[in-house]
């Protein structure tokens, strides 16, 4: 492996950190930590392999392993903090919906938006590198979309409107 290799694709895996951690600094820590792992576990990568797919495996690995460390710390609802959470500084009000909007859908569809929308992988590449079977992707990827559609159209101050005492909530038939 060629330092040139790597470094041709940090500006993707900076935006991708950037827009899966949603913040600055920990997406910089995220690719850092990604760039160690890769230096660690270089003898892993197969030559014949793809090395942009196994950066972004090492940090999507990486990613769900520090949100599984935060979670069994300290629980925080983002909805009560949400005013509070810094917006990009550069950019338009469309762009901070956007990232605003993407915070709030799962992180599972959210990561395969990232990289298929984003970063323009192939499903196939995104299934290997979420380690996820090709349908799951497909499927994750339409839910995501369909989110993230509502989410944008939606009045930025509309709360969800409460369950109206005279209708029944809505049953679904299950198999």
């Known amino acids: 492996m060629d330092r040139s290799q790597i470094l041709e694709h940090l500006p993707g895996l900076r935006r991708y950190a950037r827009l899966l951690a949603g913040d600055a600094w920990a997406a910089d820590d995220l690719v850092q930590d990604t760039l160690e792992r890769a230096c660690r576990k270089w003898l892993l990568w197969r030559p014949d392999g793809d090395l942009r797919a196994w950066l972004f495996t090492l940090m999507h690995n990486l990613y769900l392993n520090q949100r599984r460390s935060a979670a069994r710390g300290q629980w925080l609802d983002l909805d009560s903090v949400s005013e509070t959470l810094a917006a990009p500084e ?30 323009d ?15 799951t992707v497909m499927s994750r990827l339409s839910r995501a979309r369909t989110r993230l559609r509502e989410l944008m159209e939606a009045p930025a101050t509309a709360a969800p409107a409460p369950p109206s005492a005279a209708q029944p909530p809505a049953l679904r038939r299950l198999k």
């Open 90 to 119: 550069d950019g338009s009000e469309a762009a901070r919906d956007l990232e605003r909007c993407l915070q709030r859908l799962p992180a599972e569809q959210r990561a395969v938006l990232l990289l298929v929308s984003v970063e």
């Open 121 to 135: 992988m192939s499903y196939a590449d995104t299934a290997r590198v979420l380690q996820l079977p090709l349908g």
